[in-house]
């Protein structure tokens, strides 16, 4: 079993779309948890992090943790053209990110 | 400010020989790590540098090696390739000030394309 999950896609959805991509973790002991994203030909950017169970907002995009379940999720409003993306989850553990497949999403006009 | 500076962009190599790649991170970030993404295994953890000494490393052959200078620059080098080392190579950096400080934010590289033919 990997340490993280997530399903590879694509997702397809139109613009202004909520969407909403999921990862699955492995060990309990985790305390750290992070959203990238990686456009085509790109190095992967850090969207949002978080280490609380619950939610955590930022603009258009919100992360929540549910830690007794062992998922995190990235909740996207108002899905726009410019979110076409791969978005990565990823865990730190001794000074490497453990990583999910990666999500590709694509956001139709 | 720079962001995190991989040389060089593509290259395209032959069975056999070795490659160097280089990046340099973000001023004043003093850890470096690399990884290795590919469409099968994603990205998987190669090394990681902090003040010139590798902290950690993945389960990669011993073919796979690298290095830090003293101004945080780095180097990593693929001896023999095969072709399954075909893959984008990505650098990233962070301060990573404190021992375990596991929830430093990563800085990539857009990376090298490396083509083994």
């Known amino acids: 079993q990997k340490e993280v999950e997530q399903d590879p896609g694509p997702l397809s959805v139109p613009e202004g779309a909520i969407v909403s991509l999921n990862c699955t973790y492995s060990?309990?002991?985790?305390?750290?948890f992070m959203w990238y994203r990686q456009y085509s030909r790109k190095g992967p950017e850090l969207l949002m992090y978080t280490y609380s169970s619950g939610n955590k907002e930022d603009g258009r995009f919100t992360a929540q943790l549910n830690r007794a379940s062992q998922y995190i999720s990235l909740l996207i409003r108002d899905s726009k053209l410019s979110d076409s993306a791969t978005y990565l989850c990823?865990?730190?553990?001794?000074?490497?990110?453990?990583w999910g497949a990666g999500t590709k999403l694509i956001i139709k006009p | 400010k720079a962001g995190v500076t991989q040389t060089p962009r593509y290259l395209i190599k032959t069975r056999g020989q070795q490659v160097t790649l280089s990046c340099s991170p973000i001023s004043g970030h003093r850890s470096v790590s690399w990884y290795q993404q590919t469409p099968g295994q994603g990205l998987q953890f190669l090394f990681e540098y902090f003040s010139e000494t590798q902290r950690n490393k993945g389960n990669f052959p011993g073919r796979f090696s690298g290095r830090q200078f003293s101004n945080s620059r780095s180097e990593m080098n693929v001896s023999t390739l095969e072709l399954g080392d075909s893959a984008l190579y990505l650098c990233?950096?962070?301060?990573?000030?404190?021992?375990?400080?596991?929830?430093?934010?990563?800085?990539f590289g857009s990376g090298t394309q490396l083509s083994v033919l």
């Open positions: 990233a950096s962070s301060l990573a000030e404190g021992v375990g400080a596991t929830n430093e934010k990563l800085f």
């Open positions: 990823a865990i730190p553990r001794d000074y490497q990110l453990i």
């Open positions: 060990n309990s002991a985790f305390q750290y």
